[in-house]
């Protein structure tokens, strides 16, 4: 048979288009393949910017974001969580069969959180027990319930592996260190804490959503921080009319040097939510900005306030150093430490629960300021001097 070349054109132009569309049909049969993976629901994170938590048909994926990383698509760590052993789960990350059981905990302000919604039986280790505040967990340390594994920078990895904890919560830093090379060798997942990175009071508060994903306590996260969120929003609202706004200062001097908040942190957002001026307020850093005792008195001599001073009375604090003496909230004795609830041994409660209780960390402020507009409050954190 002999075709034209008009005819053997239209062959081809013929045979093109069915391929493409049996191609095109392949191509939409493997997509639906693949719209298994398709996210049904993500959790609503309202204030954090440090994680995201996407739920499948099968699995949940919990996402921690890298604040150093250059690559924003490359997160710290990626975490499927999973309840029926038959599930089909992606290559990458940590697979954790939820609600887990058991739990080390390397950082002591997640406890207000596990407390919160009702897992803190669920720890089986911690370090540096001798500073834990938490009531409930320093009881089972001394009964031997919860293991005490020692330094939180170099803990104890044989204790650790003998515990068969389902994970490890632990803060999560620039680099990766032995400790954890250890626990990832020997198949331990670790749940790292970056909520110290947040920049404001709500936002590491948030945190307990990633927490409770852990335990299947999704739901009951959401309405902890849905009343958490709510108590925070009407303290702000108890200083929106108050007719002044005192000058702050805060930190204290660390081996000659007094790091004080930048004006991106949360502390920073704190002291404007209380009605506070701050030195620093528009300075773009989300760290503590490093000064000598000379540039504090030059930039903080006048402030009416200092919180987070670490002293106990005036006393003490001008045999640490005279010039502190020169400040204007010593001259007229308004400075506060973080000292309110302690034990003999070191815990301070200030450094557990105050993260998960941002609405009181707010309300100590304004009752030190603006002790007129909370006249019942009591403090929580914070102290007066002696």
């Not at 596990?114 to 027990?129: M, N, Y």
């Not at 001798?130 to 204790?159: C, M, S």
């Not at 209380?274 to 030195?279: E, M, P, S």
């Amino acid at each position: 048979m002999i075709f034209t070349r008009q005819k053997r054109t239209f062959l081809w132009i013929s045979f093109l288009s069915v391929s493409f569309f049996f191609l095109s049909c392949r191509q939409k049969d493997n997509h639906r393949q693949n719209n298994t993976d398709t996210v049904f629901t993500d959790t609503h994170i309202r204030h954090a910017k440090g994680f995201r938590i996407n739920h499948f048909e099968d699995y949940t994926r919990v996402v921690i974001n890298n604040p150093w990383g250059k690559d924003d698509k490359k997160p710290y760590a990626v975490y499927y969580l999973y309840k029926n052993d038959s599930t089909n789960l992606p290559d990458d990350g940590f697979k954790l069969k939820v609600p887990i059981q058991s739990v080390v905990v390397n950082t002591f302000s997640y406890f207000e959180f596990l407390q919160q919604f009702g897992e803190l039986d669920k720890v089986t280790g911690v370090t540096d027990g001798h500073r834990v505040y938490n009531p409930v967990v320093l009881q089972k340390i001394r009964e031997n319930e919860i293991q005490d594994l020692g330094d939180p920078f170099t803990p104890n990895v044989e204790k650790t592996l003998m515990l068969k904890s389902d994970a490890i919560i632990k803060s999560a830093y620039a680099q990766q260190d032995t400790y954890n090379e250890r626990l990832l060798t020997a198949g331990i997942p670790i749940i790292y804490s970056l909520e110290w990175m947040e920049t404001s009071p709500l936002a590491r508060a948030e945190w307990i959503k990633l927490v409770a994903a852990f335990f299947d306590k999704e739901a009951e996260a959401e309405r902890i921080f849905n009343e958490i969120e709510s108590r925070y929003s009407a303290q702000i609202e108890t200083v929106k009319n108050a007719t002044k706004r005192p000058a702050v200062l805060a930190g204290d001097n660390f081996q000659d040097t007094w790091y004080v908040p930048g004006g991106k942190s949360f502390n920073a957002v704190l002291f404007s939510d209380a009605g506070l001026d701050y030195f620093y307020k528009d300075n773009p850093e989300s760290g503590s900005i490093g000064l000598d005792i000379e540039s504090v008195l030059t930039q903080f001599g006048n402030a009416d306030y200092w919180f987070g001073c670490d002293a106990d009375s005036y006393d003490e604090l001008a045999r640490k150093d005279k010039k502190y003496t020169l400040l204007k909230s010593v001259k007229n004795r308004q400075v506060y430490n973080n000292r309110n609830r302690i034990t003999p041994s070191g815990g301070n409660d200030y450094f557990e629960s105050a993260i998960a209780n941002p609405d009181l960390v707010l309300s100590d402020l304004i009752k030190a300021v603006h002790s007129e507009l909370l006249p019942t409050a009591e403090f929580t954190y914070i102290k007066p001097l002696e």
